[in-house]
């Protein structure tokens, strides 16, 4: 359980906030770049950390990103203008750069000294992996920009989508590092036994704190001479990284990949869910056609989505399409995809879960551990020091890794030389 002081803490992301200044010392993914196509297309909405702004690519294809209303009489900037390496107000004319500099002021006479003093606000932007990210803290405390193993894959070896969750962002992050769930939410076969989720649904866990958050191994028995371990990654705040050599399946799969997500609060009740997967292997790209595939597989497919939108058709006013005959002879949930499952359970608990209702497991080390990191950088922000997993070197080099391990292997051992960066 935790008290509800520190759930508080903890969920609440606005300007001031304890979460809110935490998160705001770590570069945030702001949108997908392919909502910004094209340079001087058309701007796009973005709400991030209960701050409203809006997104642009401007001519030399920088992006900008600015405070959704005009700094003059606070016209909203997205129906502006987007010009000349600027974006124009378009109730009176003033249009500023990617900087937040005001480039014109045509209501005003051309020797006005306001051009110089007007400025719109903004927030550095840098595109990386498929995601333009944005750093939202205070200047002097700005860490170089991420730089994650999957952000230095190639384009032909990775894939990234978008989905919108109706919740905090805790509830979201929580069930990814919940390994234990899997074995019983996402069971989508009630016939097939050879199923590692089903083998074993009691996974041991073990949590080990890092310089950027911390790895947490999940070991299932499968069979009376081997193991099935799986090693997850935390970095902070609101990653995982979690990998499908094996991924329950019990075999490999034609195209190797490591996937994960990154949970980025809208406010206090929404979240943006960037969905990130690559291949491990150097030599092996991830065709876009598999990729699409998965997602399709997992529920979030561009035909699960509400047109125009990041939202699921699948939600809570369709009870997430659920099946109660497919429920009783053939699946756990009779929800279909495991991303929709997962929906179904965390937007279900509620906006923002009352933590202190809790009775918490031994499966559940990881969730207690992510909730102590957590605090803890929100008293070290407070005391003016750098929270974990906010210098790039530190995550660089994080990497997942499942396999079977024999009886008499360590997994430390056998995964020795697969928990090393590739790229």
């Given amino acids: 359980m935790l008290k509800p002081e520190d759930n508080e803490r903890l969920t609440r992301v606005g ?22 196509p094209e340079n001087d297309g058309a701007p796009v909405r973005v709400r ?13 294809g920088k992006v900008g990103l600015v405070d959704a209303y ?51 606000k903004s927030y550095p932007t840098y595109e990386a992996g ?24 190639p384009a032909t070896h990775r894939y990234v989508s978008k989905s919108e969750s109706c919740c905090n962002y805790l509830q979201g992050l929580e069930g990814g590092l919940d390994t234990a769930h899997v074995s019983f939410l996402h069971r989508n076969n009630l016939g097939d036994k050879t199923w590692l989720g089903a083998q074993d649904g009691a996974p041991r866990i073990e949590v080990e704190l890092t310089d950027y958050g911390y790895y947490y191994v999940s070991t299932r028995n499968s069979g009376p001479d081997r193991r099935y371990v799986r090693v997850y990654q935390y970095i902070m705040p609101f990653q995982q990284i979690r990998s499908n050599v094996l991924g329950y399946a019990g ?25 990130f997967m690559y291949s491990y292997s150097p030599e092996i790209p991830l065709p876009r056609a598999y990729a699409e595939n998965y997602e399709s597989y997992a529920g979030r497919g561009a035909e699960h989505f509400i047109p125009g939108t990041f939202r699921l058709k699948a ?3 369709n009870d997430y399409f659920i099946d109660r005959e497919s429920q009783k002879h053939h699946t756990v949930t009779g929800i279909a995809g495991v991303n929709t499952q997962d929906m179904a359970l965390q937007e279900g608990m509620g906006p923002i879960v009352d933590r202190s209702k809790e009775f918490l497991g031994t499966t559940d080390r990881a969730i207690v551990a992510l909730r102590r990191l957590l605090l803890e950088a929100t008293y070290a922000v407070e005391r003016g020091e750098t929270p974990k997993g906010a210098d790039p070197v530190k995550h660089a080099n994080a990497r997942a890794f499942d396999d079977f391990v024999p009886g008499d292997q360590t997994w430390q051992t056998a995964f020795a030389q697969d928990l090393q960066a590739k790229f």
């Fill in 48 to 60: 991030l950390l209960s701050e409203d702004l809006v997104a642009f690519r401007d001519t030399n």
């Fill in 70 to 120: 005009c700094p003059h009489r606070r016209a909203p900037m997205f129906f502006g203008r987007n010009e000349e390496c600027g974006l124009r107000c378009v109730y009176h004319g003033w249009k500023f750069d990617v900087n937040g500099d005001c480039a014109d002021m045509p209501s005003e006479p051309g020797d006005t000294p306001l051009k110089a003093k007007a400025k719109i």
């Fill in 315 to 317: 939600n809570p006013s």
């Fill in 130 to 153: 498929g995601i333009i990210w944005t750093y939202m803290g205070p200047k002097d405390k700005q860490p170089a920009p991420p730089n994650y193993e999957w952000l230095r894959a």
């Fill in 15 to 36: 300007p001031g906030t304890p979460a809110g200044e935490l998160f705001r010392r770590y570069w945030q993914p702001a949108l997908l770049a392919s909502e910004l």
């Fill in 251 to 275: 075999k490999r799969p034609d195209v190797p990949k490591f996937d994960g997500h990154l949970w980025a609060p809208v406010d206090d009740h929404t979240t943006n869910i960037y969905n």
